[in-house]
């Protein structure tokens, strides 16, 4: 938001290689032969892959993948170089090179990715042989090449969207505070609804924190579905803690200010608590689909190093994700409105208050958000819509109960965040059906999570009971040090 000068520039000049006039005939030559012979033999790889079923392996299938993405990532640069030498114009137009750092950022960064999805496989493939094709299925080859597809183009767009804004002219002018409206609460139940939220947020705090300490105290908790569960647990902890305590504060306080720095940390992390929570549904879904529909190889699929890998990859797309978002917001200018009609900093009023173009920051929410949230949904729906075909080719009502006590929690908690996310995106910036669902998916549905889990949960109930003997058992022995001693001699003795 600094105040800035910045140029329009319509065009760059390439200064090419440093190569001798005399040379440049020889040089052309060399490199056009090096760039058909790239073009070809890649291509010759991924027809003989085509062609050969006997080459349609997982192994094969990323060579392909990677075949396609270095030829792309030559003709990125290479064509325009060998034009530049050969008619001796250097310049290039500002949005070609735009575009061309785009495409080489993009398919450098999917080598990368293609390059470590090949190791894995390799790994799979000497490491586990026998389980092998069971592992590698067809499926979680496609969503590994989906997924560097996806990080490369959002890696890409980061990069690019952010020189973008830097070399768009633009006067910035200087915004050091927002004010936040908060809810629309009559002043004389600002107390009742205090409490109430209080109590929520700590209900909240306390139900998710319980459940981490359960997964952790009890052994038989640790399997990838509580594993998973536990992450989703950390992130409603920190998702409601990023807007509750600040909107609490303004309440009793009736100081509705929020500094500059402080409204886009909360938006950044509001977007990374977001975005964690709706790939770790994706991911557990997944889960649920490998437990019902291969029962038999579940322990081999679900491996720790696989169960980390998902877990991990969900904090680094949600982290990238929420960048994006922050870059692109901190570019844009705020003039004379400041106040924002939301009880915290949220991405579509902050648009709207913006004095600036943003046209790119839709675009971005469109596209790119678009994608991964329904890139989530649809393995969701996937997921269930699989597990849904495996029970009714065989029904019986156990089988359905199994089932239902499998997947009903986890349903449940998908069906409550993206309802109250469709109901938010659905309806206008400033009403009521708005703030509802805002209040729903940031205050309740985190605090119902734990009670979803738990109550429907015969597992996380056993170890409840645990715990409860424990803490009452270490109770007694602290109120009857001298029966705890005895009890103890006559045990040595």
């Keep these: 938001m600094r105040p800035k000068n910045q140029s329009s520039v319509s065009e760059f000049l390439l200064l090419g290689l440093p190569i001798r ?38 192994m094969y299938f990323f ?15 290479v064509p325009k170089m060998l034009m530049n030498m050969q008619t001796q114009q250097q310049s290039i137009s500002y949005v070609e090179c735009v575009s061309q750092l785009y495409f080489f950022i993009f398919f450098a960064t999917l080598d990368n990715f293609l390059l470590a999805v090949m190791a894995y496989d390799r790994y799979m493939a000497i490491c586990h042989p026998l389980h092998y094709t069971t592992i590698m299925r067809e499926g979680p080859c496609v969503l590994l090449v989906g997924a560097s597809w996806i990080i490369a183009c959002d890696h890409a767009l980061l990069h690019t969207l952010l020189l973008v804004r ?37 209900t909240t705090v306390l139900g998710n924190l319980l459940i981490i300490l359960l997964i952790r105290l009890d052994p038989r908790l640790h399997t990838p579905m509580y594993f998973f569960l536990s ?27 929020i500094p500059y720095v402080g409204c886009i940390s909360q938006l950044y992390f509001f977007l990374l608590f977001g975005g964690v929570d709706n790939f770790l549904l994706a ?78 920051n839709e675009l971005v929410i469109f596209t790119e958000g678009g994608m991964l949230y329904f890139l989530s949904l649809a393995i969701v729906l996937g997921s269930y819509i699989h597990i849904g075909t495996i029970i009714l080719r065989a029904p019986s009502t156990k089988r359905l109960l199994k089932a239902f006590s499998t997947c009903g929690s986890h349903l449940l908690v998908v069906s409550l965040f993206y309802g109250t996310l469709a109901v938010y995106f659905l309806s206008s910036s ?45 109770k007694w022995k602290s109120l009857n040090p001298l029966i705890t001693v005895r009890s103890t001699v006559w045990y040595m003795s």
């Design 231 to 257: 992450h989703l647990a950390l992130t409603d902890v920190s998702f409601s803690s990023v807007t509750v305590p600040k909107m609490l504060m303004n309440m009793q306080t009736q100081q509705q200010s």
């Design 283 to 360: 991911v557990m879904a997944y889960d649920r689909y490998v437990a019902i529909c291969y029962p038999l190889h579940y322990t081999t699929i679900m491996r720790e190093g696989l169960c980390v890998l998902l877990v991990a990859a969900s904090w680094i797309i949600a982290c990238a994700h929420a960048l994006l978002y922050t870059g692109l917001l901190v570019q844009l200018s705020f003039c004379a409105n400041n106040v924002v009609t939301h009880f915290f900093c949220d991405l579509t009023v902050l648009l709207k208050l913006s004095c600036s173009d943003i046209s790119l």
């Design 166 to 202: 830097f070399m768009r002219p633009e006067n910035q002018s200087s915004v050091s505070e927002f004010l936040l409206l908060g809810l629309p609460i009559r002043p004389e139940h600002q107390g009742v609804f205090f409490t109430l939220f209080l109590g929520m947020y700590l």
């Design 430 to 474: 400033w009403d009521s059906k708005n703030i509802i669902a805002s209040v729903m998916y940031t205050v309740v549905t985190p605090m119902l999570n734990p009670f979803i889990y738990s109550l429907r949960n015969r597992d996380i109930k056993q170890a409840l009971e645990i715990f409860v003997n424990r803490v009452n058992l270490f």
């Design 63 to 77: 060579l392909s993948h990677l075949a396609f993405s270095d030829i792309s990532l030559s003709s990125v640069t």
């Design 21 to 58: 006039p005399g040379e440049q005939g020889l040089f052309f030559t060399l490199f056009l032969g090096m760039y058909l012979t790239t073009v070809l033999g890649n291509l010759l790889i991924i027809l003989l892959i085509r062609l050969d079923s006997r080459l349609h392996t997982p």
